[in-house]
């Protein structure tokens, strides 16, 4: 894939960082407005296609490492299946820090309200850590496509 | 005020759907097909959870004393979502598979597995 | 903490925590990472054992997802359950146990005969995956979670399909097929559950079983369901994704496509019994089920017979199997709603079908194991370039003899026991099934002598002088099932007894399936 023009590398360059900070914004929030963990990741997600298309394949292998990502979705997934295990003391899943003081642990209100971060208990721990799975994902899924589509150009010129 | 105009496009995105899938012969093609249906499951599934005059299920800074839309539809379409973009996903990487070894696209050409 | 009451759950989520491990052990040890996988899937085995014997004793179980309690399905006086629960009876953890033995023999097999390939960390994450799928389809007591662990089945069925594609062109065109076909049907169930929720507000199976009303969009539920999920189990006329899936999957991962088919097969009778239950116009549905089975047995035998392909041949013999399946139950079904009939010869159809069921998994996974071994070593799979193999594989071939014998129906294996069931009672329902029952069964015998003799007799070829028995843990997994193919011929009155019946008790009686989550209402 060649890289594009210069208005367009210029213009990534300002932008990408707002898209990842965006999407960081949609996953910590999940448990107040709509979003949470697959939505933000999506978002981050795409901010490394953005990435990816502007610079050319050959170009963006030096900061977008399959390695790192294939890491970090790991992580994220032994993350998500430690916190369901946590709660095994009464049943899987079970939500251990609501309503409890700790983190998270504010009580939750019902009806309208004004939106309090700090509650939700195990939610938005969760929301991390599969919105970190999803964007370490699209990078692979969007790497391995792009690498895919240079070794099929290599033989077609051949 | 939108009646049952969402049950036709449903009906529409499916009917789409499968005429792709059945009558073309380019790989992407048949993937974009199968895209399509899912596209107007996902449809059926939200449209089932409407109200007439309601709002969207956030309490988070909601006007009070107004009906809300059924939030279970949302989350199971959220999840059919998810699994479906492990399904495109997949199904491009095989149709690259296939690119890479036999050169084209076209099931006429590729199809070696018979009878 | 009274760790059994959460076996349900670990059975599920041990070899899943296994999966989210293996890439990360497998950064550091390449040979780890099969290891794993078998002590991951050895204590499932272990875990699916003890729950079974709780099961039996003392009578089916609920686990409920992130309640106070695992059996608390009712919150605070609600009336309905809102929380994802598994609900095991007795027909569940009968093809759990078969699932469990399949993918812990899988892994065993897999130990040795993928060693040669790359990749290997993926291969047994996907293999614990389509595990985890599988075993959540047989478990599960809500509707919409069946729908995601089918999904998570497919799609990790579709990547090891076309495991060996980057080097082969099949392979990918395989996994291409079946991963449309899965989807097709997969968003035609997602579509049936829109319909059951949009009139009920339900999505739990016990819940929705005791409210249910047969109306008109009920009955098109029905009938979106049951094609699709025959179509998942590979019938007739829906069953062109078989053959070239089967071949075309490493041998360890058809047996566990076979057991992930049985799966859809069980989810098929689970919502014809247990949610619509008499309901429903029993004669007709069950008709219908019977000419899918009667469809399945007569193709699929007189497809296989002109293969040149073993494994393509035996792919054409499961979908032929699935058939008597199809049959047995079929014939239950049809005499549901007449009590006497039912008693006579119902439940001893019933019980043919779902007992052959068990046994198609053990002696199909047997065969394709020394199928996978002729292949390992002698590189081809055309019956038309292997011969006098005999001679260099001796464990291979008693291996071989006794799946064969099974699958034909001979005396002291387990074969024989679920087909005369299904022979005796369909009999009596009317004659002329029995009799196609009975063709079918010779013409699978006379093809299975086809194969023994081009693969297995003949003098010594000179192309095969360096072949030598399979390693030994190949011979173990193929022995493992041996095993328990002759303990289930030379004892199925016991397993008839303790486990099948059980089984087809809890799919005719609706009232126990509900009463098990609604307390008794």
């Known amino acids: 894939m060649k890289e594009m023009s210069r208005i367009v590398k210029t213009v990534t360059n300002f932008v990408y960082g707002f898209i990842i900070i965006f999407g960081f914004y949609i996953i910590a929030h999940g448990h107040l407005t709509p979003g949470g963990g697959f939505q933000g990741g999506a978002v981050v997600g795409s901010a490394f296609a953005l990435l990816l298309v502007s610079y050319g394949s050959l170009n963006s292998t030096k900061f977008l490492k399959k390695d790192i990502f294939s890491l970090f979705e790991s992580f994220g997934l032994i993350l998500f299946i430690v916190l369901g295990f946590s709660g095994l003391g009464i049943t899987f899943f079970y939500n251990f820090l609501a309503n409890s003081g700790g983190w998270f642990g504010n009580a939750a209100v019902i009806g309208v309200n004004p939106g309090d971060m700090n509650t939700g208990g195990v939610i938005p721990l969760m929301n991390i850590a599969v919105g970190l799975e999803v964007l370490s994902a699209f990078g692979v899924i969007v790497l391995t496509m792009a690498s895919g589509a240079e070794f099929t150009k290599k033989k077609e010129k051949s | 005020m939108i009646g049952n105009l969402p049950y036709v496009a449903v009906v529409i995105f499916i009917g789409l759907g499968i005429y792709t899938l059945m009558f073309k012969k380019n790989l992407i093609k048949i993937a974009i097909g199968v895209v399509l249906i899912e596209n107007g499951v996902n449809l059926f599934l939200i449209t089932l959870g409407y109200r007439k005059g309601a709002i969207a299920p956030i309490y988070t800074q909601a006007p009070s004393g107004q009906a809300m839309v059924l939030p279970t539809p949302q989350a199971l379409t959220l999840t059919s979502i998810v699994i479906g973009i492990a399904t495109t996903a997949l199904i491009l990487s095989v149709a690259m598979m296939i690119y890479k070894h036999y050169g084209t696209l076209d099931t006429d050409e590729v199809r070696r597995l018979k009878g | 903490m009274n760790l059994s009451n959460h076996i349900p759950i670990l059975i599920i989520a041990i070899p899943l925590l296994a999966a989210f491990l293996v890439p990360l052990i497998g950064r550091i040890n390449k040979e780890a990472t099969g290891i794993l996988a078998t002590l991951a899937l050895s204590v499932s085995l272990i875990l699916t054992i003890a729950l079974a014997v709780k099961i039996l004793t003392v009578g089916p179980q609920v686990y409920v997802f992130g309640a106070t309690s695992p059996s608390l399905t009712l919150p605070s006086g609600l009336k309905f359950p809102v929380r994802i ?61 069946f729908f995601v662990f089918l999904e998570i089945a497919s799609i990790a069925s579709v990547a ?120 429903l116009n029993a004669l007709t549905v069950g008709w219908i089920i019977i000419i899918f089975g009667l469809l399945s047995m007569f193709i699929g035998v007189t497809m296989a017979i002109i293969q040149k392909d073993i494994k393509r041949l035996m792919a054409y013999h499961a979908v032929s199997q699935t058939g008597y399946m199809f049959l047995g139950v079929g014939v239950g079904l049809a005499v549901l709603a007449n009590p006497e009939a039912l008693k006579d010869y119902g439940i001893t159809a019933m019980e043919g079908g779902i007992f052959h069921i068990m046994n198609h998994a053990m002696y199909k996974g047997l065969l394709f194991l020394t199928a996978g071994a002729l292949f390992f070593r002698s590189g081809t799979r055309d019956l038309n370039k292997m011969g006098g193999l005999a001679h260099y594989m001796k464990y291979t071939t008693i291996f071989f003899i006794i799946g064969a014998a099974a699958i034909a129906g001979l005396p002291p294996f387990n074969g024989f026991a679920s087909k005369l069931l299904i022979y005796e009672s369909v009999y009596k329902f009317n004659p002329l ?58 004892f199925p009155d016991l397993i008839v007894k303790n486990l099948v019946h059980p089984a087809v008790m809890s799919l005719i009686e609706q009232l126990q399936y509900t009463g098990t989550v609604l307390g008794g209402m």
């Open chain 3, 85 to 145: 629960m598994f609900q095991i009876d007795a027909m569940g953890i009968f093809m759990g146990l078969i699932t469990a033995v399949v993918s812990f023999v899988g892994a065993i097999y897999s130990l040795m005969f993928m060693k040669q390939n790359s990749g290997l960390d993926k291969y047994y994450s996907l293999l614990l995956l389509l595990t985890v799928g599988v075993f959540g389809m047989e478990f599960t007591g809500d509707i919409f979670n």
């Open chain 3, 160 to 279: 090891l399909i076309s495991f060996r594609g980057i080097d082969l062109g099949e392979p990918a065109e395989a996994g291409f097929k079946y991963m449309v076909v899965s989807s097709i049907s997969a968003l035609v169930v997602l579509f049936a559950i829109g319909i059951f929720y949009g009139q009920y507000d339900l999505l739990n199976f016990a819940a929705l079983a005791s409210v249910i009303k047969y109306s008109q969009l009920d009955k098109i539920a029905l009938g979106l369901l049951i094609p699709v999920l025959a179509m998942k189990a590979g019938a007739v006329p829906m069953h062109m994704w078989t053959p070239d899936a089967y071949s075309e999957a490493p041998a360890p991962i058809t047996m566990m496509l076979v057991a992930a088919s049985q799966a859809s097969l069980y989810a098929l009778f689970r919502v014809v019994f247990s949610l619509y239950n008499i309901s």
């Open chain 3, 433 to 490: 099934l029995s009799i196609v029952a009975m063709v079918v069964s010779i013409l699978t015998l006379a093809s299975f002598v086809k194969v023994f003799h081009s693969a297995f007799l003949g003098p010594k070829l000179p192309q095969f002088k360096e072949v030598k028995e399979v390693p030994r843990s190949m011979v173990f997994a193929m022995a493992v099932l041996s095993c328990i193919i002759i303990f289930f011929g030379l």
